[in-house]
């Protein structure tokens, strides 16, 4: 679901709330769609769990909100970082103030979503993402056409059960059938998606790692702790915003004790500030940097 649909619909969900009834011909003009669009949209609003009411003729109107409020994040999209820098915003307003309460609830219903087309700037990527995102709301198995492997440097088709997208939609977590495991698919690597008739078959085997504080997933499971000067946690918490939750100061130190998904984006961040950061705990992300350094920094 494309930014326009999105605020398309929230409009179309304002009009119908409103006092006054129009038809959907009344509608369908004054948002500069057609009458089909806004029936759609209607279809769309109530799959995600709201009552929309058919008044008399082609007149409808809002109802009560039903059980699927939860359901609202199929409408509205919110990246984990995005909610937590705008729970940390709510939580600056005044307790007296009586729209915190409001915010922080209606935040909540939203927090677990994924922000689906805000990130997306290509239009054959944006293509890709919604019949992923379609295939993951239905159950689908997919064939990701042409995908490009940076190991293998072969473009290949690949048999998959798309699971869940990482931060921004840069990628898609999904089980691979013909390797008989979890991985990640980089939405650019994808030529195109074709959705499958085929249900998902091995969600047993189903394994979605949520991203690590650096953004990164994969299969490493490595505990680290890191002591950051100020600058470097001050560059920390502006690139990574959810490493606030892991970043304690001890001693007069800052230590950032997490458990990083994939060595690559510590690392970067690491070699970036060497001379502002001690790796106090990961033998695995400091040999790391230290086979990075002698691989390429030791031949500039």
Known sequence: MDQTKIVKMLRLMKLLTGNVSRTIDQVAKEMGITP??????????REA????????????????????????????????EEAYITAKMIEGIDNNNVLKRDLQRKLASVYDSTSIANYI?????????????????????????????????ESKDRLV???????????????????????????????????????????????????????????????????????????LLEEFPLAEKDLKREEGKWLLRTTIHSLEGAGRFVIGLA????????????????????????KI
Do not use: C
């Open 49 to 80: 769990g709201f009552v929309v009411n058919k008044l008399y003729g082609n007149v409808y109107a809002m109802g009560k909100v039903g059980r699927g409020l939860s359901d609202f994040n199929r409408l509205i999209y919110f990246t984990e």
């Open 121 to 153: 700037d290509n239009t054959a990527n944006a293509a890709n993402v919604e019949a992923l995102a379609d295939a993951i709301k239905r159950k689908k198995q997919v064939i990701l056409k042409q995908y490009e492997s940076a190991h293998s440097n």
């Open 36 to 45: 089909r669009t806004v029936y759609r949209y209607i279809d769309d609003i």
């Open 275 to 298: 001379a502002d950061i001690k790796i106090i705990e990961g033998d695995k992300l400091r040999k790391y940097i230290l086979d990075y350094q002698k691989k390429h920094i030791a």
């Open 161 to 235: 059960e798309p699971i869940s997208f990482t931060a921004n939609m840069i990628d898609v977590w999904a089980y691979d059938i013909e390797n008989d495991d979890n991985r990640v698919f980089k939405i650019q690597r994808i030529h195109s998606v074709e959705v499958m008739d085929a249900d998902w078959a091995f969600k047993s085997k189903h394994k979605a790692i949520k991203p690590d504080v650096f953004r990164m997933v994969g299969n490493l499971n490595e505990k680290i702790v890191l002591q950051l000067n100020t600058r470097a946690k001050s560059l």
